[in-house]
Antibody, heavy 113, light 108 residues
Framework: EVQLVESGGGLVQPGESLRLSCVAS????????MSWVRQAPGRGLEWVAN????????YYVDSVKGRFTVSRDNAKNSLYLQMNSLRAEDTAVYFC??????WGQGTLVTVSS | EIVMTQSPATLSVSPGERATLSCRAS???????LVWYQQKPGQARRLLIY???SRATGIPDRFSGSGSGTDFTLTISSLQSEDFAVYYC?????????FGQGTKLEIK
């Protein structure tokens, strides 16, 4: 069974940083492109970032470009999202996903002073 | 960026009736890269349809998808109580991948 477990969310102040992690199991992580998706409270879904299997290509939505960095460690079956210069509008539940499915249960990031 | 527009925002249907949900793209999307999800409060997002018309594993055949180019449709042929939820379409043909804003299917 495919499992994706996110962690690292929490409450931070604007301008601070946070690193999210996602541990994968039940599939061959090293041959899967991976994603981060977020959903702000009461709002729609936004695809945040993608990373290819070997991390040779990474893609970011404009709203996070230059502030967020996606990375992976295939030896640890782990995906990461380094989030810097956080803003109130980054407040959301962040999900990791294997391609477009399945997704993890998510981790809540709250940016507030 | 491709804008995905779902309609209606809310659809009220009685159990046993048919529901038709629309997803329109601002530019052409390959059918291979169009999926539909079901979202219920407190539950994991469920993939219903991939490739615009193929049912995901374990999805009942009352769910069907169709369409091409810029117009896609999710049809639920005979609504069951467990089908009342929010439905999202997603295109992943062009970066950034984009979702529709969702259609809430509620009991009439």
């Amino acid at each position: 069974e495919v499992q994706l477990v996110e962690s690292g969310g929490g409450l931070v102040q604007p301008g601070e940083s946070l690193r999210l992690s996602c541990v994968a199991s039940g599939f061959t992580f090293s041959t899967s492109w991976m994603s981060w998706v977020r959903q702000a409270p009461g709002r729609g879904l936004e695809w945040v970032a993608n990373i290819k299997e070997d991390a040779s290509e990474k893609y970011y939505v404009d709203s996070v470009k230059g502030r967020f960095t996606v990375s992976r460690d295939n030896a640890k079956n782990s995906l990461y999202l380094q989030m810097n210069s956080l803003r109130a509008e980054d407040t959301a539940v962040y999900f990791c996903a294997r391609g477009v499915d399945p997704w993890g249960q998510g981790t809540l990031v709250t940016v507030s002073s | 960026e491709i804008v995905m527009t779902q309609s209606p925002a809310t659809l009220s249907v009685s159990p046993g009736e048919r529901a038709t949900l629309s997803c329109r793209a601002s530019q052409s999307v390959s059918s291979s890269y169009l999926v539909w999800y079901q979202q219920k409060p407190g539950q994991a997002r469920r993939l219903l349809i991939y490739g615009a018309s193929s049912r995901a594993t374990g999805i009942p055949d009352r769910f069907s998808g169709s369409g091409s180019g810029t117009d896609f449709t999710l049809t639920i042929s005979s609504l069951q109580s467990e089908d009342f939820a929010v439905y999202y379409c997603l295109q992943y043909n062009h970066w950034p991948f984009t979702f529709g804003q969702g259609t809430k299917l509620e009991i009439k």
